[in-house]
């Protein structure tokens, strides 16, 4: 009895030392774990702070140790009872959960979509439906899978699909507003996405040349011989060089009309419509070209090419000419600063391009395209070949510039005055003369660099 009145004592004291060393529920110590539980869906997970602040409700309290009383030794138990004596000083491992009303640090409901999906092109005002609105407690990370466009007949979405969980955001894109094509003379206001319309057609507005001034429909209500024609007449040579300043004169049964080529070589000459007989007679034609009395045309749409004329001799002065593009270069003879005579006809006869340069000694834009010209001879020398006109200084300067350079091709003074026929103002100016004596090309300014002058050497080949 004794022995049993002892253990009992011993147990009872254990308890009693186990007891006086609980903490507070309501202070966790900083040994505590802590759990944090979402409240949507029961599941826990780690707190993102190391330690939670008690709620404004607990008052914690002062923490008191109270002395393990260390027992005393107990009599032997029986082999059926086995106890084990706790070691001095051992505190024993506490645990903390957090009351009820503890406010969780972060909350692990999802958002649909976790990575909130851009607005798309066409509407700021779109929607978000959840298709699978089942919470399955995922960091959902969405991106997008499909999208269908709206229309201003029917809405259009985009789905975003989870890489985690399959789960599917759809985003909602309202109806575009209708996109409408403006009203003509014979159909309203159209929406180019449906075909709807809105309002009424414009109508035919009729000129004085009886035309519809918006569609250029003929008034039914006038006679063809009343009405207006336009007859266009282009004028170029047979390289297909425009002719501008041509007069071009039209001629029909019951009237007549003039105008002059522009810079594309077209003249337009306002006639009566009806007339199935046209004829045209040209004149201020540039020079080297050959030109018929008179032309005959069914059509008021038409081309007249002219044929240029073979290289022509001309007085030895050059000055008081106008060459332009498109003209037909006038023959000419020069001796180099050797004395080595050159002829325009004869060199066109053996070359397919002939190129005037036009430059002077101290002209160092002129001197800088010169490696230039030596690259289009070594690249084309056969079908080329380039004269070099220095109107300014002596046959002593041009030769020892020639010489210090060690140019490859011949330099000239300008005895016959070529630069004044082409109006030189700016140097270097070039000039291009295709096999047939025509004047394709002037240049007034210097190339920017090799391969821009190779490209217009190659364009006249």
């Known amino acids: 009895m004794k022995r049993k009145i002892a253990l009992t004592l011993a147990v009872l004291l254990l308890l009693s030392s186990v007891g006086c060393t609980q903490t507070p529920a309501s202070n966790p110590t900083e040994e505590a774990t802590i759990w944090e539980t979402d409240p949507t869906d029961g599941s826990t997970q780690p707190p993102t702070q190391s330690e939670p602040q008690p709620t404004a409700t607990q008052t914690p309290t002062e923490q008191t140790q109270t002395p393990t ?39 692990t409901q999802p958002t649909a979509p976790s990575t909130s999906p851009t607005q798309p092109e066409e509407t700021q005002t779109a929607t978000l439906v959840t298709e699978t609105p089942t919470d399955t407690g995922c960091q959902h990370d969405y991106q997008q899978t499909y999208t269908k466009a709206a229309t201003c007949s029917a809405e259009g979405y985009k789905k975003f699909t989870c890489r985690k969980c399959g789960a599917v955001t759809r985003q909602e894109i309202p109806i575009k507003d209708h996109s409408y094509k403006d009203a003509t003379c014979l159909q309203p206001k159209t929406c180019t996405g449906c075909s709807r319309t809105e309002g009424a057609a414009l109508g035919h507005s009729y000129g004085g040349d009886h035309l519809c001034i918006r569609c250029g429909a003929k008034n039914p209500s006038v006679s063809p011989e009343s009405m207006r024609v336009d007859f266009v007449a282009t004028v170029r040579s047979d390289e297909g060089v425009a002719l501008a300043g041509v007069t071009v004169s039209v001629y029909t049964t019951s009237e007549s009309g003039g105008a002059v080529t522009d810079q594309k070589g077209m003249a337009t000459v306002a006639l009566n419509a009806g007339s199935s007989q046209y004829t045209v007679r040209l004149s201020n034609v540039p020079e080297g070209y050959e030109v018929q009395e008179s032309y005959s045309f069914t059509s008021a749409q038409v081309t007249i090419n002219l044929k240029s004329l073979p290289v022509r001799s001309d007085p030895n002065d050059h000055s008081k000419a106008r060459y332009k593009e498109g003209d037909e270069m006038m023959d000419f003879t020069m001796t180099d600063v050797d004395g080595r005579t050159y002829q325009l006809s004869q060199l066109l006869q053996e070359n397919k391009l002939v190129i005037l340069d036009f430059w002077y000694v101290s002209c160092n834009p ?20 380039l004269l070099a006109v220095d ?34 103002e700016s140097y270097p100016t070039t000039v291009f003369i295709d096999s047939t004596g025509t004047i394709r090309r002037i240049h007034r300014s210097a190339f920017s660099d090799e391969a821009s002058f190779l490209r217009a050497v190659a364009a006249y080949l």
Do not use: H, N, W
């Open 366 to 385: 002129c001197k800088k395209e010169f490696p230039y010209f030596e690259a289009a001879l070594k690249a084309y020398g056969d079908d080329v070949v």
């Open 391 to 424: 109107p300014f200084y002596s046959a002593e300067d041009i030769r020892q510039l020639r010489d210090d350079m060690e140019l490859s091709f011949p330099v000239f003074q300008d005895p016959l005055g070529l630069s004044g026929g082409f109006r030189v």
């Open 69 to 107: 009383v260390q027992p005393t030794q107990p009599t032997q138990p029986t082999d059926s009872t086995q106890i084990t004596q706790p070691t001095q000083g051992t505190q024993p491992v506490q645990t903390m959960q957090p009351t009820q009303a503890t406010q969780p640090t972060q909350s």
